[in-house]
């Protein structure tokens, strides 16, 4: 007689929910193992023997390696996150400003512009000889000179 083996019943699910909760807690353990073991690294102020030991306890004993770094070094580890946070957003605004800044065309793809503009009848002479004089002067805001024309969406008649 062979019996049939249902896993419902043999792994209840209460059972399920203490599986879920170690595995959690051991996915959260190895979270902060990983973030102490880069703490460690990113730490300019310890020389190369103490990161040596630190990591050697943090492997070597765990449990007790984390628990010791966090009281000892807890609040500068803090810090140090800070403070790298803080040096990626400076960096990463350096990065835009200098895009936007090598965004603006120079005076010749402007002047190319205005005179296409210009041979479209979209601008008039005046407003052509006022443009070029922004662009030759750099005078002009980021972007378009101020006295290039615009086609109104219903006519299709230019205003300056």
Known sequence: MTTQVYL??????????????????WILWLFLLFRIVFDIFRDDDMGGW?????????????????????????????????????????????????????????????????????ARGA???EEFRRAKELVLTDSAPQGRPAATATTEPSGGVPRP
């Open 50 to 118: 103490g990161k040596a030991g630190w990591l050697v306890f943090v492997i070597l004993l765990p449990f007790l390696g984390v628990f010791v770094y966090l009281i000892a070094r807890g609040k500068d580890m803090g810090r140090r996150e800070l403070e790298q946070a803080r040096a990626q957003q400076k960096q990463f605004d350096s990065y835009i400003a200098q895009t936007a800044a090598g965004a603006r065309p120079d005076s010749a793809d402007e002047l190319a512009k205005l005179s296409d503009l210009k």
């Open 123 to 125: 601008i008039t002479e």
């Open 8 to 25: 419902a019943y043999d792994y209840p699910l209460l059972s399920l929910f203490w599986t879920m909760l170690w595995l959690g807690l």
